[in-house]
């Protein structure tokens, strides 16, 4: 079965710094582009980033450029995203998503409150 | 970015009758190869998405033969020829043709 489990959520000052991760399995991971959705609460989708298989094709979404960062390790089957300089509106249920939105990460809520 | 707009926003529907979902296109979404890269989405009260149909018109594994996807030009549509109580959520289209993907606004399904 393919499972992806997701870690690293959790209450951050304004100006902090998180990183989540997305363990994989049940799927060949390099062989396709991972991504990073949110949804804040009561609100819809949102698509923050995503990485191609070999990881040099790169995506942010406008709000988040020069603050996160999207990357991979193929050997461990991991996707990161690491969030600096985090703001109230960076508040949201983070999912990892694979291959069209086909599999989907049980979802971690990143809150960013002082 | 490609704009999804979904109508209506507010779906309320009686058990075992018909529902369909609207989900317009600012642009064509056929890619270079042919395929066109826009899915459906279902998602219950507290739990992480899961995809319904892809490319259009196949659903995945495990998915009811009574939801069923089509398209019109730029405009695509999520039918629920017979909607059962586990239906109840939001429903989201999504295009992946052009980079970045993005999502309509969802559609929430009740029962009336």
């Known amino acids: 079965d393919v499972q992806l489990v997701q870690s690293g959520g959790t209450l951050v000052q304004p100006g902090g710094s998180l990183r989540l991760s997305c363990a994989v399995s049940g799927f060949t991971f390099s062989k396709y582009w991972m991504g990073w959705v949110r949804q804040a609460p009561g609100r819809g989708l949102e698509w923050v980033a995503h990485i191609n298989q070999d990881g040099s094709d790169i995506y942010y979404m406008d709000a988040v450029k020069g603050r996160f960062t999207i990357s991979r390790n193929n050997a461990r089957n991991l996707l990161y995203l690491q969030m600096n300089s985090l703001r109230a509106e960076d508040t949201a249920v983070y999912y990892c998503?694979?291959?069209?939105?086909?599999?989907w990460g049980q979802g971690t809520l990143v809150t960013v409150s002082s | 970015d490609v704009v999804l707009t979904q109508s209506p926003l507010s779906l309320p529907v009686t058990l075992g009758q018909p529902a369909s979902i609207s989900c317009r296109s600012s642009q064509s979404l056929v890619y270079s190869d042919g395929n066109t890269y826009l899915n459906w989405f279902q998602q219950r009260p507290g739990q992480s998405p899961r995809r319904l149909i892809y490319n259009v018109f196949n659903r995945d594994s495990g998915v009811p033969d009574r939801f069923s996807g089509s398209v019109s030009g730029t405009d695509f549509t999520l039918k629920i020829s017979r909607v059962e109580a586990e239906d109840v959520g939001v429903y989201y289209c999504m295009q992946h043709t052009y980079w970045p993907g993005t999502f309509g606004q969802g559609t929430k399904v009740e029962i009336k």
């Open positions: 998503i694979g291959d069209g939105g086909a599999w």
